[in-house]
């Protein structure tokens, strides 16, 4: 009876780790979720803003939509070294939480056309900040994929908030301008205030429901042999073109098709390229196991050049010409090659580096991927200026995942005595 009953504590035990460990997962996926999404609320907000009164170049619209992901990829690269110090609960409380000030904040600025441009760019610095907890989720698939589903959830999610008065006359008054000859109208402010509720009720979850796991905690120097290994940089570079191509293609994309094709109504239609990356990216995780991650990581950098000197085929001239079908369909493939990388490149890093340091290398590859984010909204917005057209911020983009493709190739398919390398074809 004594062995029977110790049987069934032990089995009891179990079921609650278990049960706390679903727990415990569910609450880092949703935080991730909500952290992807605030990442890229300016990105659709931006497009609408001129409408709405607010006199912003198109430089500085691109800024916005930008400036998030400077902020997360920065605050990312503490994070990525200080989690595993001090472990995840209280980051991922407190982060998820700080989203609570620049959702409210667009509730309100947004409602008042005469609000300035440096209180924009605060809000879209500060939406960034829940995005430095994606740096910890690096090496577990299904909350870096959460993260990144977050992006086309945003883009889907704050267009149809923003088209009704959600929040009856508590949210604010509407937007009205006229556009094609027609009356519109716009709640832009519930694009923020929307994600209020969620944000608490995560942040709340994850302060008083997570439980943190006893090998989560690392020292920095155990983490820090990592920075000396060349592996570590090179995969640093194939991040960047991989996952930080689909954030930054993404914090774009929504700006660029109204900028390129003003006539076009694309506001509620840009979620469809993100969700193709993160369809993609699902996809590729098991092509990348079945036929080597180096050689889907190489597949899949040929497919994004060959999209971006598409995208550039059916890109107006002069401001006339071009396709907006041609354009979008390039992009949505466009995506789908950055969904195929990011997976690929992640399962790439425990064969090269060892399930130890992968987590430090995964965790440190994504934060500096993550500038991606800002740089390629950012190049648009400057190309336009500087010569009326993204088309040579877009050459620039072909000739980075062409230094992927070249790197792959040398680095992960040809034969080298890198251990572990030959675990990647």
């Not at 809000?123 to 698939?141: E, F, I, K, S």
């Not at 302060?207 to 905690?217: I, L, N, V």
């Not at 120097?221 to 940089?233: D, L, N, Y």
């Not at 790439?348 to 500096?368: D, Q």
Request: with cysteine; hydrophobic share 55%.
């Amino acid at each position: 009876m004594a062995i029977q009953n110790k049987h069934l504590a032990a089995r009891g035990g179990a079921a609650a780790g278990a049960s706390r460990g679903r727990w415990r997962g569910a609450v880092a996926g949703a935080s991730a979720l909500l952290a992807g999404a605030m990442g890229m609320v300016w990105s659709v907000v931006v497009v609408r803003l001129p409408a709405a009164g607010f006199d912003y170049s198109i430089n500085q619209l691109f800024l916005l939509a930008a400036l998030p992901a400077l902020s997360a990829a920065t605050l990312r690269l503490f994070y990525a070294v200080l989690m595993p110090v001090f472990g995840g609960r209280k980051w991922t409380a407190l982060s998820t939480a700080a989203l609570l000030v620049p959702a409210l904040g667009i509730g309100s600025a947004l409602q008042d056309p005469a609000t300035g441009y440096p209180t924009m760019l605060a809000l879209a610095l500060l939406c960034g900040v829940g995005g430095a907890n994606l740096a910890g989720l690096g090496a577990r698939d299904r909350d870096a994929g959460l993260g990144a589903l977050g992006v086309p959830l945003a883009q889907l999610v704050a267009p149809l908030a923003a088209s009704a008065a959600v929040f009856g006359a508590a949210g604010g008054p509407a937007q009205r301008w006229i556009e094609a000859g027609a009356a519109r109208q716009a709640w832009l402010q519930n694009a923020g205030t929307v994600w209020v509720l969620p944000i608490l009720a995560c942040a709340l979850c994850a302060w008083f429901g997570m439980r943190e796991p006893a090998a989560a905690r690392a020292s920095f120097t155990e983490q820090a042999i990592v920075f000396k290994r060349r592996h570590t940089w090179i995969m640093a570079w194939l991040c960047t073109g991989a996952l930080g191509s689909f954030l930054g293609y993404a914090a774009g994309f929504p700006l660029l098709l109204k900028t390129e094709f003003p006539a076009v109504d694309a506001f509620g239609w840009a979620f469809v390229g993100p969700l193709a990356g993160v369809l993609a990216g699902a996809a590729g995780a098991a092509l990348a196991a079945r036929l080597g991650a180096a050689r889907v990581a190489f597949g899949a950098f040929c497919l994004m050049a060959g999209a971006v000197l598409g995208v550039l085929r059916w890109l107006p001239q002069g401001g006339a010409g071009g396709s907006f079908a041609g354009l979008f369909g390039m992009f949505v493939l466009l995506f789908a090659g950055t969904g195929l990388a990011s997976a690929a490149t992640a399962r790439m890093i425990v064969p090269l580096f060892g399930a130890a340091e992968g987590a430090a290398v995964s965790g440190f590859t994504t934060a500096l991927a993550a500038y991606g984010a800002f740089f390629i909204p950012k190049s648009y917005g400057t190309s336009i200026v500087l010569t009326g057209s993204p088309a040579h911020a877009l050459w620039w983009c072909a000739g980075f995942h062409a230094s992927c493709i070249v790197i792959t190739w040398y680095y992960y398919l040809l034969p080298h005595p890198t251990p572990g390398s030959d675990q990647l074809v």
